[in-house]
């Protein structure tokens, strides 16, 4: 049986920007909270929770990474998390398995790009909200003016619940202690902030407030969780996992005032597809049918596939029966573990709150929902947003025979990440990413972990073909050299479609000139040259052909003669139609400070991009940004991640989808078709 009931249960994600201490300040909480005898060091490798062995070659973290500690009468499922935007699909994913989101900032650099965005997705999912101050003494800081920065940006809802004393040494009560002296400011108006804040979600305290000053602090508990609920109060709290000040506090908070799995906002499920599907809320009740989110897949190369998993509804145990999403085939849960890093530790239930790992269960997935119900339709949650991975590499095997190996290899880690992609894009292998440490991190792990190594170099624009004018082509293949020869001949017209059209073959062969049997024949002579264009060899497209006539011979015509003329018909007519290079045309979705808005949009003008719509502006608690929609050439953004980096400090990201293929300009047409190879008629 479980050793800890659904309220005793926490569940925090420690999330924010790199280098705000979250993986230090993990090992200060295993510490104090007595799970590890001292607190491990990133930079030494000897961390919980950095464990990979790139990890402690990059020292910082690259995976979220969970770990349990139990804390006076609490167990403490905390999840620590990546903070470089690289790596922004590992923290998203934690997202989805607690009830509190612990945003750390460094109290050195302030509000980064990071701090906002989760702060923003972390609301948006209807999470609980805290907000911890780390490296409260570290040198030239200024508290005060950072958590006035905090307010502006987040509103006056982040109220500090306790305040840094004797020079960041140690922390003060400010929510169950109205007395004491900080650093800056009051301890007591701090309380009473708090207080205030709290009990508007509570007409009734609201009243005693009136009318006696105060009230007490368990009369608090259930308002302080509906304001969390609510959004309507994130508290701040100040630490430093260097020194160990506030550390205590934090765990004081963890177990007494954060939410437990019933107190928090349950994540909405959904019962079948589209526009039928019915909303599920999980209840945590032990009692009922199982609900289970996967939030996280490893693979392990000695313990296998490790599917990570919240339990939201129902109590799962050793040797449970459980479904995977829409299966109707069940699996007999083997082993359950608890994970405190790399340490699996086996038990033998979970219930409501609790997070939790099964192994070699090839079928489970990313984001599948685990559940009991024989009788159940399509189980699952709403898709999580991630961003979308535009940095991209072409990868080439250094030897040969690997094809397997790679693609075996590329498939376990885009189960693991939900920001790695793999696209085939003719005999090209592409990954893509969310940049350049994220690809740097990938290929190391596929040459050390998995020994495969690879080249890379930019990916080949996917540029078409096409024609420009109507016009008429004609070839007679006639081949004699003793015994049965060959002989076929096609009279053909080719006619330009609209963009996206694609490719129509007509029949209009009259009076059997070219016998049916021959029409697949011509067809496929035509498709020879579709897949590799006569201007610069690319892939042909919005072109219709037309077949009107031809000749034939009752002993020399064979198939082979008239796929020979029907290729050469179909050369003949192109290059007298005008054959057009098409570029691939992108829509793309900047978002960035409203402040680069100009250096953006000269940047989008050199890359021949135009600007297509309103520029839309936001001023959030996300800050003031703006959204900028462009269309541009595919073959311009090779390096945009790293300019759009570079123009706004980081905080600028894009989207982008294939709009449509438009004709490249003259001089680019002239340069590709002087590097192809042109087709000989020979062959």
């Given at each position: 049986?479980?050793?800890?009931?659904?309220?005793?249960?926490?569940?925090?994600?420690?999330?924010?920007?790199?280098?705000?201490?979250?993986?230090?300040?993990?090992?200060?909480?295993?510490?104090?909270?007595?799970?590890?005898?001292?607190?491990g060091?990133?930079?030494?490798g000897?961390?919980?929770?950095?464990?990979?062995?790139?990890?402690?070659?990059?020292?910082?973290?690259?995976?979220?990474?969970?770990?349990?500690?139990?804390y006076r009468?609490?167990?403490?499922?905390?999840?620590?998390?990546?903070?470089?935007?690289?790596?922004?699909?590992?923290?998203l994913?934690?997202?989805?398995?607690?009830?509190?989101?612990?945003?750390?900032?460094?109290?050195?650099?302030?509000?980064?790009?990071?701090t906002r965005?989760?702060?923003?997705?972390?609301?948006?999912?209807?999470?609980?909200?805290?907000?911890?101050?780390?490296?409260?003494?570290?040198?030239?800081?200024?508290?005060?003016?950072?958590?006035?920065?905090?307010?502006?940006?987040?509103?006056?809802?982040?109220?500090?619940?306790?305040?840094?004393?004797?020079?960041?040494?140690?922390?003060?009560?400010?929510?169950?202690n109205?007395?004491?002296?900080?650093?800056?400011?009051?301890?007591?108006?701090?309380?009473?902030?708090?207080?205030?804040?709290?009990v508007?979600?509570?007409?009734?305290?609201?009243?005693?407030?009136?009318?006696?000053?105060?009230?007490?602090?368990?009369?608090?508990?259930?308002?302080?969780?509906?304001?969390?609920?609510?959004?309507?109060?994130?508290?701040?709290?100040?630490?430093?996992?260097?020194?160990?000040?506030?550390?205590?506090?934090?765990?004081?908070?963890?177990?007494?005032?954060?939410?437990?799995?019933?107190e928090?906002?349950?994540?909405?499920?959904?019962?079948g597809?589209?526009?039928?599907?019915?909303?599920?809320?999980?209840?945590?009740?032990?009692?009922?049918?199982?609900?289970?989110?996967?939030?996280?897949?490893?693979?392990?190369?000695?313990?296998?596939?490790?599917?990570?998993?919240?339990?939201?509804?129902?109590?799962?145990?050793?040797?449970?029966?459980?479904?995977?999403?829409?299966?109707?085939?069940p699996?007999?849960?083997?082993?359950?573990?608890?994970?405190?890093?790399?340490?699996?530790?086996?038990?033998?239930?979970?219930?409501?709150?609790?997070?939790?790992?099964?192994?070699?269960?090839?079928?489970?997935?990313?984001?599948?929902?685990?559940?009991?119900?024989?009788?159940?339709?399509?189980?699952?949650l709403?898709?999580?947003?991630?961003?979308?991975p535009?940095?991209?590499?072409?990868?080439?095997?250094?030897?040969?025979?690997?094809?397997?190996?790679?693609?075996?290899?590329?498939?376990?880690?885009?189960?693991?990440?939900?920001?790695?992609?793999?696209?085939?894009?003719?005999?090209?292998?592409?990954?893509?990413?969310?940049?350049?440490?994220?690809?740097?991190?990938?290929?190391?792990?596929?040459?050390?972990?998995?020994?495969?190594?690879?080249?890379?170099?930019?990916?080949?624009?996917?540029?078409?073909?096409?024609?420009?004018?109507?016009?008429?082509?004609?070839?007679?293949?006639k081949?004699?050299?003793?015994?049965?020869?060959?002989?076929?001949?096609?009279?053909?017209?080719?006619?330009?479609?609209?963009?996206g059209?694609?490719?129509?073959?007509?029949?209009q062969?009259k009076?059997?000139?070219?016998?049916?049997?021959?029409?697949?024949?011509v067809?496929?002579?035509?498709?020879?040259?579709?897949?590799?264009?006569?201007?610069?060899?690319?892939?042909?497209?919005?072109?219709?052909?037309?077949?009107?006539?031809?000749?034939?011979?009752?002993?020399?015509?064979?198939?082979?003669a008239?796929?020979?003329?029907?290729?050469?018909a179909?050369?003949?007519?192109?290059?007298?139609?005008?054959?057009?290079?098409?570029e691939?045309?992108?829509?793309?979705?900047?978002?960035?400070?409203?402040?680069?808005?100009?250096?953006?949009?000269?940047?989008?003008?050199?890359?021949?991009?135009?600007i297509?719509?309103?520029?839309?502006?936001?001023?959030?608690?996300?800050?003031?940004t703006?959204?900028?929609?462009?269309?541009?050439?595919?073959?311009?953004?090779?390096?945009?991640?790293a300019?759009?980096?570079?123009?706004?400090?980081?905080?600028?990201?894009?989207?982008?989808?294939?709009?449509?293929?438009?004709?490249?300009?003259?001089?680019?047409?002239?340069?590709?078709?002087?590097?192809?190879?042109?087709?000989?008629?020979?062959?």
């Amino acid at each position: 049986m479980p050793k800890y009931s659904t309220p005793a249960i926490r569940t925090i994600a420690l999330v924010g920007h790199g280098a705000a201490g979250k993986t230090t300040l993990t090992e200060c909480l295993l510490h104090k909270a007595g799970a590890i005898p001292v607190p491990g060091s990133v930079d030494k490798g000897t961390s919980v929770c950095d464990f990979d062995p790139l990890e402690k070659e990059f020292k910082h973290s690259l995976a979220s990474a969970i770990v349990n500690f139990a804390y006076r009468d609490t167990l403490v499922h905390l999840i620590d998390t990546p903070g470089y935007p690289d790596f922004l699909g590992q923290a998203l994913n934690a997202l989805a398995a607690v009830e509190t989101a612990a945003i750390v900032i460094n109290a050195q650099n302030g509000i980064e790009m990071i701090t906002r965005r989760m702060m923003q997705w972390a609301r948006e999912r209807g999470l609980c909200r805290m907000i911890v101050i780390n490296k409260i003494d570290a040198d030239n800081i200024d508290l005060p003016a950072l958590l006035a920065s905090i307010q502006s940006a987040f509103g006056k809802e982040c109220l500090p619940i306790n305040l840094p004393a004797d020079s960041g040494r140690r922390v003060v009560d400010c929510f169950f202690n109205p007395a004491g002296t900080a650093d800056f400011s009051s301890v007591a108006e701090a309380h009473r902030a708090l207080v205030e804040q709290v009990v508007e979600v509570d007409e009734k305290l609201m009243e005693i407030y009136l009318e006696q000053g105060d009230v007490k602090a368990g009369q608090l508990h259930a308002p302080f969780e509906q304001a969390l609920r609510d959004g309507h109060l994130v508290p701040v709290c100040f630490t430093s996992a260097r020194n160990g000040a506030g550390v205590p506090e934090l765990l004081d908070i963890f177990a007494r005032l954060m939410p437990n799995p019933a107190e928090g906002n349950p994540p909405l499920f959904y019962k079948g597809e589209g526009d039928t599907a019915v909303e599920i809320r999980a209840e945590p009740d032990p009692a009922r049918h199982v609900l289970a989110h996967v939030f996280k897949i490893v693979v392990d190369p000695f313990v296998g596939k490790l599917a990570v998993f919240r339990v939201f509804q129902g109590t799962i145990r050793k040797d449970s029966q459980l479904f995977v999403g829409d299966g109707r085939k069940p699996f007999k849960v083997g082993h359950l573990f608890m994970l405190r890093g790399k340490d699996h530790v086996e038990t033998d239930a979970c219930v409501p709150g609790d997070i939790a790992a099964v192994t070699k269960v090839d079928e489970i997935t990313l984001d599948a929902v685990l559940h009991d119900s024989h009788d159940e339709d399509h189980i699952h949650l709403k898709p999580m947003q991630y961003p979308a991975p535009m940095h991209a590499l072409a990868l080439e095997l250094k030897r040969r025979g690997d094809e397997q190996r790679l693609s075996e290899v590329l498939h376990k880690l885009a189960a693991e990440d939900p920001c790695f992609r793999i696209d085939h894009a003719g005999s090209e292998t592409v990954i893509r990413g969310l940049g350049d440490l994220h690809m740097r991190y990938i290929l190391d792990k596929m040459q050390k972990q998995y020994r495969v190594d690879v080249e890379t170099k930019p990916p080949r624009i996917p540029y078409r073909e096409t024609v420009g004018a109507r016009a008429e082509g004609h070839h007679r293949h006639k081949k004699q050299s003793g015994g049965a020869g060959q002989f076929g001949e096609v009279f053909l017209k080719i006619e330009p479609l609209a963009r996206g059209q694609g490719f129509e073959f007509v029949d209009q062969v009259k009076g059997g000139t070219i016998p049916s049997q021959f029409i697949p024949a011509v067809e496929k002579g035509v498709r020879e040259v579709l897949a590799m264009g006569p201007l610069a060899g690319f892939p042909m497209q919005d072109v219709r052909v037309i077949v009107y006539d031809g000749k034939h011979h009752p002993v020399d015509s064979k198939e082979v003669a008239f796929v020979a003329a029907g290729k050469r018909a179909f050369l003949d007519a192109v290059r007298k139609a005008r054959p057009l290079v098409l570029e691939p045309i992108v829509s793309v979705q900047i978002n960035a400070p409203s402040a680069n808005m100009g250096d953006i949009a000269g940047d989008m003008s050199a890359r021949r991009g135009q600007i297509s719509g309103q520029i839309s502006g936001t001023d959030s608690a996300s800050g003031s940004t703006v959204t900028i929609s462009a269309r541009v050439p595919l073959s311009e953004l090779s390096n945009y991640q790293a300019r759009l980096k570079s123009v706004t400090a980081g905080h600028g990201s894009f989207v982008m989808e294939l709009s449509h293929y438009e004709p490249v300009p003259a001089t680019l047409q002239q340069t590709l078709a002087a590097q192809y190879q042109h087709i000989d008629d020979g062959q």
